[in-house]
């Protein structure tokens, strides 16, 4: 059973995130091959943008496939403690969630990209530069589970119990299931971003603007993620001996708050992604939209505020 956990976290940290790869670097490349049949005279700027999208896709298999390689090296001198192989559960859920998420979601600004190059052919290098900052945004989460995973790494030797193998876990799983929402929010306001400037070249300062806002916005839920998972991490103190309810109640404080993110992060990119498309036909109402949109991103977030207090009011119940 150790072997198994063993291999099978190795095998699903970098299968996800390889899986959502292929499918958005497809989903690119068939976009990419509508825009050049639409305008063949910009084919060799769609194809810079397609190839920038698809090398950008990839971040998400890179930092799956390091974290595989390191499972792998470790492997000699994985312990026979259950409890400990158990744990490398949270070190796949933290990468393979937001890398499989992530793989599809990249795909719709890189493919919104080719075709805004398309329709306007004489701003495709700053469509390039445009798609270039916003999918390096959206690679967030991935970073941030990056993170949690090597700090789950270098405290499972420690583990010995039950209550701390579920916590490590729950760390993992706070910050993957937190990544999902805030990953399809970011990708939505995106696409419809490039989208925009296929419809009016001339927006493209305000959009600019705008995006920058609003990208960091939708991104709120995933640092509340982020904070539960640092707090299982390094504000638990540790017990001796088992005590099994608090392990429940960190993987509880976990699951309270990465599902609470979900429609947070998908309804404030759908927010900012409508607004940004009336600011492309109304550049004139920049203001008024812009500030109607992020008024109703801020009450949307709120909603993802009142998931992370249950989560923090279950850890610190533990820790007083």
Not at 290 to 319: H, K, N, P
Request: with cysteine; net charge neutral; proline share 3%.
């Amino acid at each position: 059973m150790i072997e198994f956990i063993n291999y099978f976290t190795i095998a699903l940290a970098i299968t996800l995130p390889v899986l959502g790869l292929g499918l958005g670097q497809g989903i690119t490349s068939i976009m990419a091959l509508k825009a050049i049949n639409q305008q063949p005279s910009a084919r060799t700027d769609i194809v810079r943008t397609a190839v920038l999208g698809i090398a950008l896709i990839e971040t998400a298999a890179i930092m799956g496939l390091f974290i595989a390689l390191m499972l792998i090296i470790q492997l000699n001198n994985a312990t026979e403690n259950w409890y400990s192989s158990a744990s490398q559960l949270g070190i796949a859920l933290a990468i393979c969630l937001p890398g499989f998420v992530l793989g599809i979601a990249s795909s719709l600004p890189a493919g919104a990209a080719c075709m805004a190059v398309a329709r306007q052919p004489f701003l495709g290098q700053k469509i390039s530069r445009f798609m270039l900052i916003t999918l390096s945004l959206i690679q967030t989460p991935i970073i941030f589970g990056f993170i949690v995973a090597l700090v789950i790494q270098n405290q499972i030797s420690s583990t010995e119990t039950m209550r701390d193998c579920l916590r490590l876990i729950a760390a993992g799983l706070s910050i993957g299931l937190g990544s999902i929402g805030p990953a399809i929010g970011l990708a939505l306001f995106a696409k419809s971003a490039c989208d925009a400037l296929g419809v009016n070249r001339n927006a493209y300062n305000k959009i600019f603007s705008f995006t920058l806002i609003s990208q960091a916005i939708i991104e709120t839920p995933i640092i509340f993620s982020l904070v539960i998972s640092l707090m299982l991490l390094g504000f638990v103190p540790a017990r001796e001996g088992e005590h099994l309810l608090e392990g429940i109640e960190f993987f509880c404080a976990s699951i309270c708050t990465g599902i609470g993110t979900v429609g947070p992060g998908i309804s404030s990119g759908r927010t900012a992604a409508a607004a940004c498309r009336q600011i492309s036909i109304y550049p004139n109402e920049y203001s008024v939209l812009s500030r109607a949109s992020m008024f109703a991103q801020g009450l949307i977030e709120t909603s993802a505020i009142y998931a992370v207090l249950i989560g923090f009011a279950l850890i610190l119940f533990v820790t007083q």
